[in-house]
């Protein structure tokens, strides 16, 4: 089992910065893919960036020249480097962990940007 942990998210204005990060625990043997996801009320789930084991890393095109995705091996977590945030950027942003076959998530954090 894996438990992932989030923290850093809150309230910013357009244009600031966030920065979220991820503590994985418990049986985290290599994984696939450690990456952060968004949903709003109504919508479904979206990507906003991963990266995989090798450090290859994906982005939604929505955040690409904005967003960083980092990770530290060696403690198991993931950070979301969140610059010049828009207020299309308001979801609950969630913590993913893909080791196949199977995904885990963690709770949630809020971020909301007020224009």
């Known amino acids: 089992q894996v438990q992932l942990v989030e923290s850093g998210g809150g309230l910013v204005q357009a244009g600031g910065s966030l920065r979220l990060s991820c503590a994985a625990s418990g049986s985290t043997r290599p994984f696939t893919y450690m990456g952060w996801y968004r949903q709003v009320p109504g919508k479904q789930r979206e990507l906003v960036a991963r990266?995989?084991?090798?450090?290859?890393?994906n982005y939604a095109d929505s955040v690409k020249g904005r967003f960083t995705i980092s990770r530290d091996s060696a403690k198991n977590t993931v950070d979301l480097q969140m610059n010049s945030l828009k207020s299309e950027d308001t979801a609950v942003y969630y913590c993913?962990?893909?080791?196949?076959?199977?995904?885990?998530w963690g709770q949630g954090t809020q971020v909301t940007v007020s224009s």
């Open positions: 990266i995989s084991s090798s450090g290859a890393t």
């Open positions: 993913n962990l893909y080791t196949f076959p199977i995904d885990y």
